[in-house]
Nanobody, 120 residues
Framework: QVQVVESGGGLVQPGGSLRLSCAAS????????MGWYRQAPGKQREVVAV???????SYADSVKGRFTISRANAANTVHLQMNSLKPEDTAVYYC??????????????WGQGTQVTVSS
């Protein structure tokens, strides 16, 4: 079994910064890709940023230049540095990990989510 745990959410004023962390643990042979998604009330879950095992990154247009996804020194851990936060960034942020077995089968795992609220 694989566990995905997020941390670092909270309340911040517009223009402020937050750093989210995500750690995947358990029966992991390798990580194919990890990413952050978010879901605001009444909206569908959307991708925010992803990072591959080769450290290639991709961002939603709405966060380019403000958010940075990175891989930590610890195995299977990623961070999301969020700067210049806007009220429209308010959402529950979910970490996603796609693992790969020795037979190249991919499995998808989600964290429980962490609330980010941007408000004055």
């Amino acid at each position: 079994q694989v566990q995905v745990v997020e941390s670092g959410g909270g309340l911040v004023q517009p223009g402020g910064s937050l750093r989210l962390s995500c750690a995947a643990s358990g029966s992991i042979f390798s990580i194919y890709v990890m990413g952050w998604y978010r879901q605001a009330p009444g909206k569908q879950r959307e991708v925010v940023a992803v990072i591959t095992s080769a450290d290639m990154t991709s961002y939603a247009d709405s966060v380019k230049g403000r958010f940075t996804i990175s891989r930590a020194n610890a195995a299977n851990t990623v961070h999301l540095q969020m700067n210049s936060l806007k009220p429209e960034d308010t959402a529950v942020y979910y970490c996603n990990a796609v693992t790969m077995t020795p037979s190249l089968v991919k499995n998808n795992y989600w964290g429980q989510g962490t609330q980010v609220t941007v408000s004055s």
